[in-house]
């Protein structure tokens, strides 16, 4: 089993010796041994001795380390220190050290050291026959149509042996039969079986042949491997699939779920086996969205929806169907399927405003159009017919057009923006499907505002108090109307309406057009006028403006702005100085005389008190303050002097009172002394008695006209009852004191009274009059208060004379 080569080792020449020589001055020697051995041999089987073939020391060997270096950690060889022995160390496998067939070599570096000697061993491997052929499958299966000629070749699975040369595979062989024959090709070092078919085949006598190939190798004993061929005789297709009809015809509804089952194809073949059996496909002339709506199910020739079927973008398909059988070369078939799709109210009405005029005027007459809108359904027939209509409260109606389903949005009634300005116009449409869908649009109108309200003031007449004394040129008061409309038909100017006369009060006024603001160029004087009216009238600036008037009455309000006049007594100098003489034997509460004053101001700031500023005795005389009468207190007496003066402060009830001074010369003389003067007088007063009755005559005739007329108006103010605003003054008497100059006016259902000295009883003071205005219970319901009334007014006059 083992055989070595040591080449020129006995016969060397020279040049061999020299090189030896050299090399073993290197301390290295170079030699190749070559070993054979079988694989699969035991572990511990020696190959050869390399000591002994290499010449080496065996008692040496431990010491200078002999080794094998070559090779991993699973070595398949190693030598024995002992004896110089390469022994094998694991199983050697030829198949996997050296695949394929040509000769495995396995090299050895063989190390010995002390001197360092390196030897070169090649182990060669030899193959058993320890492995069988094999067929990568165990069954094959041919399909042969029964038509098929004589000569077709059919390859058959290669089997395979790891084994090489004598041992790898040798031959094939099949199982004997009249129809088929085996055939070996040889393709390199491979052996490809081929079934060649020498009879051709009935499948009407035989449908099916079992065949056995066999696998051999050369091994000694041979190994080998079966492979089962059947083979399937195939029908002849001649019969193709039949639809029994051209064209189907079948009905839907659209939205049908997805998944359902619509209709089953069915096609026969009067061939048998896969001749006979029919598969169904869809044509290639379909659309795209016909695939993504139906799909056929290819075996059962089921029809089933996967996707959405809408009526409103088709409502008809055509599918073409095809059907074929599995025969070779298939055959097939043809026919068409009809599908309608029914219409369901799927689809709610829609609402399209084509033309929108969002403004309309709201002078618009009943008819006006104001907007223009369509609709329409997808659905077709009854679910395609459409109610419309106006559902909320508005002054407006759907008129239908000559076209169907298109309306006009008209007015059914007057506008009035000041009252609506905007509307929300909502709009149903309604379809007559089953259920009923519906649709709704709210188209918003605004209401243009035309010039159609003229100003409008909310006080008419207006009344304004105003103290006298203004500043000239400064606003006195404002007045202010208020338009409905908006924009430029809601800006109002303002003016006042003069009449061009010297006395028209306005010639002294001044109004600011933009906001109504009301000045005086003049400061008023209530003594010299107490009330005054005249008219403001707003414009707007609408095309064409409108405008409206206001009455505005102005009363002055006095002011303490007049001190107190002294009448009596006055010298003949202009001064308030005075002489009077009285008895002495006079008793206490004799009248000395009435010192007389008179105020320009009404009210409160006429109303003057009378006080003793300086007297020479104030225990003998006394001053009422209120009427100005000076008494005695008591007797005179013989120690009492002659003559005293008396200084007496008259002033006005003012806020900033205002006064003046008279003095008051007293003499007290004998009382025939006082007799005598009073004859002067008396004689000195003759002579102007009858120029004073004259006077007086006149002045009772005028008083009696004045009472007359008084009557005349009063019972003409009874009778008319009147209620506006208008104020007249009228003289208020003053019993007491003073002149009677307190004024009282009337304004509607009221009297009013600029009080004097003395106030009415039960009368009220007015708000914002500074203290100086009474309101008086209305005494015009009775004839005892027109009487009354009468009687005050004549009183009054008296009084003033």
């Known amino acids: 089993m083992r055989t070595y080569t040591a080449p020129g080792m006995w016969n060397l020449s020279w040049f061999t010796v020299f090189l030896a020589t050299v090399l073993l001055a290197q301390r290295e020697a170079l030699a190749q041994i070559r070993y054979v051995t079988p694989e699969e041999v035991r572990e511990g089987t020696v190959v050869g001795n390399v000591a002994k073939d290499f ?53 050895l570096k063989i190390l010995v050291e002390n001197p360092l000697e390196i030897h070169y061993v090649v182990v060669e491997i030899t193959d058993v026959n320890d492995h069988s052929p094999s067929f990568p499958e165990k069954h094959q299966t041919f399909e042969i149509a029964e038509q098929t000629l004589p000569g077709k070749r059919f390859q058959l699975h290669t089997a395979r042996d790891p084994d090489a040369g004598i041992n790898s595979i040798r031959t094939y062989t099949l199982t004997a039969n009249e129809h088929f024959d085996l055939n070996i090709r040889q393709i390199d070092a491979k052996k490809i079986p081929f079934l060649v078919l020498k009879k051709s085949l009935d499948r009407e006598q035989r449908n099916k042949h079992m065949l056995l190939v066999t696998a051999v190798d050369g091994g000694k004993p041979p190994r080998s491997a079966t492979l089962n061929v059947s083979i399937i005789v195939l029908d002849i297709n001649d019969n193709r699939p039949i639809f029994s009809q051209e064209v189907y015809e079948m009905s839907v509804k659209e939205n049908i779920p997805v998944g359902t089952s619509v209709f089953r194809m069915n096609a026969t073949d009067h061939d048998e086996g896969i001749n006979g059996e029919v598969e169904y496909s869809l044509g290639k002339t379909l659309s795209p969205q016909e695939y993504n709506i139906f799909e056929l199910d290819k075996l059962t020739g089921v029809i089933v929806i996967k996707g959405l079927v809408d009526y409103e973008e088709n409502d008809v398909y055509g599918l073409d169907v095809e059907a074929s059988d599995k025969g070779t070369p298939p055959l097939s078939g043809e026919c068409r399927l009809v599908i309608k799709i029914i219409d369901v109210n799927d689809n709610s009405p829609e609402i399209d405003v084509t033309s929108l005029s969002n403004t309309v005027s709201e002078n618009s007459k009943p008819g006006t159009v104001v907007s223009l809108l369509s609709v329409k359904d997808k659905d077709s027939g009854v679910n395609g017919k459409i109610i419309s209509s106006i559902i909320n409260d508005v002054p407006f109606e759907l008129k239908p057009s000559y076209q169907e389903n298109t309306y006009s949005i008209i007015t059914k009634g007057l506008l009035d923006r000041e009252k609506v300005s905007h509307y929300e116009i909502i709009i149903k449409a309604t379809d007559c499907g089953e259920p009923p869908l519906s649709a709704f649009k709210t188209v918003s109108i605004h209401v243009a505002d035309v010039n159609d309200n003229s100003p409008h003031f909310d006080i008419n007449p207006l009344r304004f108090y105003l103290d006298e004394n203004n500043i000239a040129g400064k606003s006195i008061f404002s007045v202010s109307a208020t338009d409905n409309d908006i924009n430029d038909n809601a800006v109002i100017a303002y003016h006042l309406v003069r009449d061009g006369s010297q006395k028209d009060i306005t010639s002294f006024l001044n109004i600011n057009s933009e906001n109504g603001e009301i000045s005086a160029l003049k400061s008023f004087d209530f003594e010299a006028v107490k009330t005054f009216q005249f008219q403001v009238v707003a414009t707007d600036s609408g095309t064409p403006s409108l405008s409206s008037n206001v009455t505005v ?49 009404i009210g409160y700031n006429g109303w003057l008190l009378f006080s003793l500023q300086d007297v020479s005795d104030h225990s003998l005389f006394s001053l009422d303050r209120y009427t100005g009468q000076i008494r005695t207190l008591r007797s005179f007496t013989e120690t009492d002097e002659a003559e005293h003066k008396l200084l007496i402060l008259v002033k006005d009830n003012g806020n900033v009172s205002l006064s003046a001074t008279a003095t008051v010369m007293v003499k007290v003389v004998e009382p025939k002394e006082a007799f005598a003067a009073s004859d002067v007088q008396s004689a000195a007063k003759d002579d102007e008695d009858s120029d004073v009755t004259f006077y007086l005559m006149i002045t009772l005739g005028a008083v009696s006209l004045l009472f007359v007329i008084s009557i005349i108006v009063l019972i003409a103010m009874q009778c008319s009852k009147s209620t506006d605003y208008t104020s007249k003054y009228l003289q208020e008497p003053n019993y007491d004191g003073t002149l009677c100059h307190s004024i009282q006016y009337r304004s509607g259902d009221k009297r009013y009274m600029l009080v004097g000295p003395r106030m009415s009883i039960g009368s009220t003071i007015v708000p914002g009059s500074h203290a100086n205005t009474l309101v008086l219970p209305d005494r015009r319901r009775t004839s005892e208060e027109v009487r009354h009334e009468q009687a005050f007014s004549l009183h009054a006059v008296l009084c003033f004379l």
């Open 55 to 107: 010449g080496l020391d065996v008692a040496s060997l431990t010491d200078r380390r002999f080794r094998v270096v070559s090779g991993g950690s699973d070595a398949i060889f190693e030598v024995n220190q002992s004896n110089g022995a390469l022994y094998v160390d694991n199983k050697i496998d030829r198949e996997e050290l050296c695949p394929g067939s040509g000769t495995c070599l396995i090299e």
């Open 553 to 601: 009455h102005v009363f002055i309000l006095d002011q303490n702005d007049n001190a107190p006049v002294i009448l009596y007594p006055v010298s003949s100098n202009g001064s308030a100085e005075g002489v009077q003489e009285i008895p002495r034997n006079v008793h206490a509460g004799h009248l000395v005389t009435k010192v007389r004053a008179y105020d320009a101001d």
